[in-house]
């Protein structure tokens, strides 16, 4: 089901529930309230038919001729009438304009004393509101006194009598069922009209929202500008217009990095590949020297290890959400540091490397030594490459309110302004960066801030053309174990300096 139809539906049903609701509640109250005109005209009927009866002690009398008696209009259509009935059920009294069969063939006195009204239908099919009243004496008769005989003028003296008041229910009737009939059609009308009008509304709202729709289905990927057009709405529809945007961008900029990332990657691969498969190529061609396949045996070696260190970067770069990089555990970052430099004690320019720890208590971090390692390695390494042999290499160690910080720091021949927002991305290097096969491929300060990120941590740069760069990594600090007699940062460093400077 289309937006445009559940739209439609759930407002008709709601206007058709609260039409039907608001029908009935008018439809119930009116019946109420005529039903309490017409209680209210028999009351008045018995008022006056009760001014005819006199209760006394033992009988009650009946005298018509002395009061005035109650009209009877019994065929209008708001027709009201009586009858009057003694205690044995006897007709006394009826309307002369009434027919002696219309009611009494239909309706009997009722033996109960309530004065509820009931309701009856004459022999003419019409209905009417009853009710009925007893008039008792209002003690018992004393001993040895005769009920006085009938009199001519009209007088009469019964055990009882029962009081009967009828209105006719046709006009009652007839306006509850023109009623019903204007609320069913008005009801209708507008149910009709507003499920037209919740259809055309309807349209016209999701207007915009086909239009996005249709805009979404026709994007092309491979347009750099692709983007939803403008909603101008000025609602939620345009909030979501710009957050879609939004997405796009990160989805376009993403697609751009892997298709960057992918010829960058294709590229590096294939010329150390050719590169020995050329000298290989080469060498079988005629008999060779020893020295001379050596040499080629050499040179596809450094080619092989070149081309393995592109691969388990691009490998590295590939897993970072696997559980290599979350499993990490807490490390001491000064006395790991120094172990960690006494590694490259073989290295060409070890003895340029300099630490220096400015933070005087333990760092504890948490981390992963192995891929920590390979992060300062990568620093390290860089500052050397971009370097001048000879020229001090600093790795230095502080904290920084709820931060280590490690920084490597180089004199070397610094990173332009412009290269340095995006040193970061893998494969991306410098016109400056030195061409003498040794510089790498780009991808070692890709691998320092995935594993900085991994850690909780980042990593940022600064840079002074020709004077040097300073890579810092900032880590948040861990809890410490606290074992026993553990020696301070500052005297590890002190001590593990004096060995490794030369």
């Given at each position: 089901m289309?937006?445009?139809n559940?739209?439609?539906?759930?407002l008709l049903a709601t206007?058709?529930?609260?039409?039907?609701?608001f029908s009935a509640?008018l439809?119930?109250s009116?019946?109420?309230?005529?039903?309490?005109?017409a209680?209210?005209r028999?009351?008045?009927i018995?008022?006056?038919l009760?001014?005819?009866?006199d209760p006394?002690p033992?009988?009650v009398?009946w005298?018509?001729r002395?009061?005035?008696?109650?009209?009877s209009?019994w065929?209008e259509?708001?027709?009201?009438?009586?009858?009057?009935y003694?205690?044995?059920?006897r007709?006394?009294?009826?309307?002369?304009?009434?027919?002696r069969e219309?009611?009494?063939?239909a309706?009997a006195p009722?033996r109960s004393t309530?004065a509820l009204?009931d309701r009856?239908?004459?022999?003419?099919g019409r209905?009417w509101?009853?009710?009925q009243?007893?008039?008792?004496p209002?003690?018992?008769?004393?001993?040895?006194?005769?009920?006085?005989?009938?009199?001519?003028?009209?007088?009469?003296y019964?055990?009882?009598?029962?009081?009967?008041?009828?209105?006719?229910?046709?006009?009652?009737?007839a306006?509850?069922?023109?009623l019903?009939?204007f609320?069913?059609?008005?009801?209708t009308?507008?149910?009709?009209?507003?499920a037209v009008?919740?259809r055309?509304?309807?349209?016209?709202?999701?207007v915009?929202l086909t239009?996005?729709v249709q805009s979404?289905?026709n994007?092309d990927?491979?347009?750099?500008?692709?983007s939803?057009?403008?909603?101008?709405?000025?609602?939620?529809?345009?909030d979501l217009?710009n957050?879609?945007?939004?997405?796009?961008?990160?989805?376009?900029?993403?697609y751009e990095?892997?298709?960057?990332?992918s010829?960058?990657?294709s590229?590096?691969?294939?010329?150390?590949?050719?590169?020995?498969?050329?000298?290989l190529?080469?060498a079988?061609r005629?008999?060779?020297t020893?020295?001379?396949?050596?040499?080629?045996v050499r040179?596809?070696?450094r080619?092989?290890v070149a081309?393995?260190?592109i691969?388990?970067s691009?490998?590295?770069?590939s897993r970072a959400?696997?559980?290599?990089?979350?499993?990490s555990?807490?490390?001491?970052l000064g006395g790991?540091?120094?172990e960690?430099m006494?590694g490259?004690?073989?290295n060409?320019?070890?003895?340029?490397?300099?630490?220096k720890?400015?933070a005087?208590?333990?760092l504890?971090?948490?981390?992963?030594?192995?891929?920590?390692?390979?992060l300062?390695?990568n620093?390290?390494e860089?500052?050397?490459k971009?370097?001048a042999?000879?020229t001090p290499?600093?790795?230095?160690?502080?904290?920084?309110?709820?931060s280590a910080?490690?920084s490597?720091e180089d004199?070397?021949?610094g990173?332009a302004p412009?290269?340095?927002p995006?040193?970061?991305?893998?494969f991306?290097?410098?016109?400056r960066?030195?061409?003498d096969?040794?510089?790498?491929?780009?991808?070692?300060?890709?691998?320092?801030?995935r594993?900085?990120?991994?850690?909780g941590g980042?990593?940022?740069?600064?840079?002074?053309?020709g004077?040097g760069?300073?890579f810092?990594?900032?880590?948040?600090?861990?809890?410490?174990p606290?074992?026993?007699?553990?020696?301070?940062?500052a005297?590890?460093v002190?001590?593990a300096?004096?060995?490794?400077?030369?």
């Open positions: 289309s937006l445009t559940r739209f439609s539906v759930l206007l058709g529930f609260t039409l039907v609701g509640a439809f119930t009116s019946r109420i309230y005529l039903g309490r005109q209680d209210e028999l009351s008045a018995l008022t006056l009760d001014t005819c009866v006394k033992g009988w009398r005298e018509p002395a009061r005035r008696l109650p009209p209009r065929q259509r708001h027709a009201t009438t009586w009858l009057v003694d205690g044995e059920g007709l006394l009294t009826s309307p002369r304009n009434l027919p219309q009611l009494t063939g309706w009722r309530a009204p009856v239908t004459d022999r003419k209905s509101r009853v009710a009243q007893r008039v008792k209002t003690a018992a008769a004393e001993p040895g006194s005769e009920r006085p005989a009938d009199t001519s003028d009209g007088k009469s019964h055990d009882e009598v029962l009081l009967a008041a009828f209105v006719s229910l046709d006009e009652t009737e306006a509850l069922a023109t019903g009939w609320l069913v059609c008005i009801s009308l507008i149910w009709v009209t507003a009008c919740a055309w509304l309807s349209r016209k709202t999701l915009p239009r996005l979404a289905r994007l990927a491979t347009n750099p500008g692709w939803l057009p403008e909603v101008g709405t000025g609602d939620e529809l345009d217009r957050a879609f945007n939004d997405l796009l961008a990160r989805l376009h900029e993403a990095r892997q298709r960057r990332f010829g960058d990657a590229h590096q691969l294939r010329t150390p590949v050719a590169v020995m498969i050329g000298h190529e080469v079988q005629s008999e060779r020893a020295e001379d396949y050596l040499r080629v040179l596809a070696h080619r092989a081309l393995g260190h691969v388990e691009l490998l590295f770069l959400g696997s559980a290599l990089l979350t499993r555990e807490p490390l001491e790991w540091l120094i960690s006494e490259r004690a073989e060409a320019r070890s003895g340029d490397v300099r630490i720890a400015v005087t208590a333990p504890w971090v948490n981390a992963q030594p192995h891929l920590l390692g390979q300062v390695e620093l390290v860089n500052a050397c971009y370097s042999p000879g290499v600093v790795v230095s160690l502080a904290r920084d309110a709820g910080l490690l490597v004199s070397g021949c990173i412009e290269d340095l995006r040193i970061f991305e893998p991306f290097r410098s016109i960066s030195p061409r096969g040794s510089a790498g491929v780009g991808l070692g300060l890709s691998v320092v801030e594993v900085a990120t991994a850690f980042t990593v940022t740069a600064w840079s002074v053309l004077h760069s300073r810092v990594v900032r880590l948040p600090l861990a809890a410490a606290a074992p026993a007699g553990m020696v301070t940062v005297e590890r002190t001590t300096a004096a060995d490794i400077t030369p």
